[in-house]
């Protein structure tokens, strides 16, 4: 089945650092799945950082970015100066149609980002 | 304003009991779907459901059951709960090809 393996956390820096959390997927039900990164923030369902539905593109959303490498079947999470606000715990997902118009998310484990002043 | 609301955010049942756990949603989305979370792992898929009374099975149903009988109400069900069946467990929703919509979860310790 589908998998997606991410950076196991937490992962902790301080604020103005860069970041990068790691994504890889396995995608055997599509061969151009789509990925997205969802963030949860404490107390709060998740919500969608971003998305990319097409290889070889980027997405980007509150300065934080990732491209769709299909040759690496990579979807790296990077923002060059991270800011307090952003600890969160962060999600990489696939998307893959079921049957039809039906679709399905498959999760990494998530990635607990702490960011220190 | 948009959202999906997960009742209640916390429970402690015993083994053996009976759980239900409540979803809902006011964007009148067709699709809603019920996920689990354990440390380590991913959220994992438990039931989908299309609409009214049209339910599917997800990835890991066993010691579930789920009920919709109004488009904007999906509910979990456990009967007979188990001690591994302790986790949080995430709604969700979506209309079409839309973003999924989430809840906070509702996290769930059975002793």
């Known amino acids: 089945g589908d998998s997606v393996t991410q950076t196991e956390g937490p992962v902790t820096v301080s604020e103005s650092e860069s970041l990068i959390i790691n994504c890889t997927y396995s995608a055997t039900s599509i061969a151009y799945p789509n990925l997205f990164w969802y963030v949860r923030y404490p107390g709060e369902g998740l919500q969608l950082l971003l998305k990319?539905?097409?290889?070889?593109q980027k997405g980007s959303s509150r300065g934080f970015e990732a491209t769709y490498n299909k040759e690496t079947t990579s979807f790296h999470l990077q923002k060059a100066s991270v800011q307090e606000s952003d600890s969160a715990v962060y999600y990489c997902?696939?998307?893959?149609?079921?049957?039809?118009?039906?679709?399905?998310?498959?999760f990494g484990a998530g990635t607990r980002l702490a960011v220190c002043p | 304003d948009m959202k999906v609301t997960q009742m209640p955010r916390y429970l402690i049942k015993r083994m053996g009991e009976n759980v239900l756990l409540e979803c809902g949603q006011d964007m009148s989305h067709e699709t809603m779907y019920w996920y689990r979370q354990d440390p380590g792992l991913g959220l994992q898929l438990i039931y989908i459901?299309?609409?009214?009374?049209?339910?599917s099975e997800g990835d890991i149903p066993k010691g579930y059951r789920v009920s919709r009988k109004k488009r904007e109400h999906f509910s979990l069900i456990l009967d007979s709960a188990k001690t591994n069946q302790t986790s949080v467990y995430f709604c969700?929703?979506?209309?079409?090809?839309?973003?999924?919509?989430f809840g906070s979860g509702t996290r769930l310790l059975v002793i």
């Open positions: 969700a929703s979506r209309s079409g090809d839309s973003d999924y919509t």
């Open positions: 990319v539905i097409t290889a070889g």
């Open positions: 459901s299309y609409d009214v009374d049209s339910n």
């Open positions: 997902a696939l998307g893959a149609r079921l049957s039809g118009s039906f679709n399905k998310l498959t």
